[in-house]
């Protein structure tokens, strides 16, 4: 193949997104291109007093069957395709009336922003391109000859690329668009592919793909030895992936990572009075709802001040300027929220590496969806943890039930479960977590070092007694023994929360009425690795 330049003189232009169509296209007909286009594009492009050709006009028919079939044609794909030094394919261009295509500048039905709306099926199968990603295939495999543009953010790059070359391009700004106009039509499938597997109760399909846009590219990932970039999925579920930054230097592999943790955790408590949540490394070092904002951020910092320090912080309400003036009593690295009054932006304002994001809403912490990890020669696929429990689903297993503050609490305690890393104990307390162990091989340890970082936090504090004392506890597995319950006990629990399960379930119930413990059973666990 030629390696090289190749002069832009006709130009296809078929957009669904027509954001900067006449702006372009005007610039390419002041370089002498001739256009060709198709239906709305071509409208638009004469209403702004160019020139255009309609391809109906080239191909020898018009657009029919409601703009399903309009370029798909060999006068079409014969230019998009042709070798331009191949004497064979010169010559079957010139029996056929096949006049060459130097550019392609397509962008896709709006099929995923279709999905994201909630359409019904049948509008949702109208809305996948079928030309456009044949065309755009077409002229990516022959980026040899041919300019193949999906992006607007692109527009300019293409005009500054045949100004430096005089009305042509090179090969490396041609290899450039083929690859992006490949991983375009790769992600386009992906996405009807995993809507239809959805739509019609697929569950594991046998093959599954997963496309992102770039969103940033970072410093670097978790250790400044991994390269790194952070891209978007196209759900717009909102987040970090969607989030406003006011302030702050960029985001960080690890903040991107524990912000998300964050925001998931903090949504847990929409419509349920004002929540913090405090994430370091991925895990919760504090949690707590109250009266204000300001109250929720001071309960969560005391349950581990020290874990808190250099900590994500999220809100589940509009952050203002009383609650931003606790926060930077402390070095924190991010604080997100769904919206930042004046007065708080203000406060962060004088903190210049403090990042502070906000996202309109929050996620429904109930919407279905999928996770995925990547192992050694594949990657896992499931359903992203949206369990919820009420007190309905709950069974009371010891002699004495829980009292209606420790049902509120133990409830508590089970939503920030979902959250911490296995094997995981929370301690709760009048709306706040005053005890959190997470990532331990054993529960045990995870029980004993949860009661530890509350017996430090209350002389830290300077109180008598650990902040443990009067609280209740969540598992987010079984106890498989007695111990990790008896632990507990000691720790100063009053009742527990767990899945129950357990061979051993007799034994752990005996242990708990033995402590005069309220227990109760909820028959699902909230795994986290």
């Not at 359409?119 to 495999?141: F, H, L, Q, S, V």
């Not at 100004?163 to 992006?180: I, V």
């Not at 846009?213 to 952070?230: C, D, M, S, V």
């Not at 304002?349 to 502070?356: G, Q, S, V």
Request: include cysteine; proline fraction near 4%.
């Amino acid at each position: 193949m030629t390696s090289k330049l190749v002069p832009v003189k006709r130009a296809l232009l078929s957009v669904s997104d027509k954001t900067g169509l006449i702006d372009l296209a005007r610039a390419l007909a002041a370089r002498g291109v001739e256009l060709l286009s198709t239906g709305g594009s071509a409208n638009d492009l004469r209403q702004a007093g160019l020139e255009v050709r309609d391809v109906a006009d080239v191909t020898g028919f018009p657009e029919m069957m409601d703009g399903r079939v309009k370029t798909l044609h060999p006068r079409v794909h014969g230019g998009l395709l042709a070798l331009r030094d191949n004497a064979e394919h010169l010559a079957a261009m010139e029996q056929h009336g096949i006049g060459p295509i130097d550019l392609l500048v397509v962008n896709l039905y709006p099929f995923e922003e279709t999905v994201a709306k909630g359409a019904d099926y049948d509008t949702c199968i109208e809305n996948i391109d079928i030309g456009g990603p044949a065309m755009i295939r077409a002229a990516a495999k022959n980026h040899a000859f041919v300019n193949v543009v999906i992006d607007v953010e692109d527009y300019a790059a293409l005009l500054g690329d045949m100004d430096q070359h005089n009305g042509a391009t090179c090969p490396k700004f041609r290899k450039k668009l083929a690859q992006k106009a490949y991983a375009r039509t790769a992600a386009y499938d992906a996405a009807v592919s995993n809507w239809m597997a959805n739509a019609i109760g697929v569950q594991a399909p046998r093959r599954r793909a997963f496309a992102g846009t770039l969103a940033q590219t970072l410093r670097y990932g978790e250790n400044p030895h991994q390269a790194a970039a952070f891209y978007t999925d196209g759900t717009n579920r909102p987040g970090v992936a969607t989030a406003k930054q006011w302030q702050g230097k960029e985001l960080s592999y690890n903040n991107i990572n524990d912000t998300d943790a964050a925001f998931e955790l903090v949504a847990e408590f929409a419509g349920k009075g004002p929540a913090c949540a405090i994430i370091k490394h991925a895990n919760p070092c504090g949690v707590a709802t109250g009266a204000t904002l300001a109250e929720a951020y001071a309960r969560a910092f005391d349950c581990d001040r020290t874990s808190a320090f250099g900590g994500i912080i999220a809100l589940n309400q509009t952050l203002d300027g009383a609650t931003a003036e606790k926060i930077v009593e402390t070095f924190t690295e991010v604080v997100i929220a769904p919206d930042a009054d004046e007065a708080a932006r203000a406060v962060f304002a004088a903190k210049k590496n403090l990042r502070l994001l906000t996202t309109g809403t929050l996620p429904d912490a109930a919407t279905p969806g999928l996770a995925y990890r990547q192992v050694a020669g594949g990657f896992l696929v499931q359903d992203r943890d949206a369990a919820n429990i009420s007190l309905d689903d709950l069974r009371v297993v010891t002699k004495r039930a829980p009292t209606e503050s420790e049902m509120r609490d133990l409830l508590m305690a089970w939503t920030v479960a979902k959250h911490v890393k296995s094997n995981a104990i929370i301690y709760v307390k009048n709306g706040a977590t005053v005890g959190i162990g997470a990532g331990q091989m054993s529960r045990i340890d995870s029980t004993r070092i949860a009661a530890r970082k509350a017996i430090d936090m209350a002389e830290a504090m300077g109180l008598s007694g650990p902040l443990t004392k009067g609280a209740v506890v969540a598992s987010d597995a079984f106890f498989p023994f007695a111990d990790g319950l008896i632990a507990a006990a000691e720790a100063g629990a009053t009742a527990i929360i767990q899945p129950g399960g357990s061979m051993r379930d007799d034994e752990v119930i005996a242990a708990a009425d033995a402590a005069g413990l309220a227990m109760v059973f909820t028959g699902q666990r909230h795994f986290r690795h």
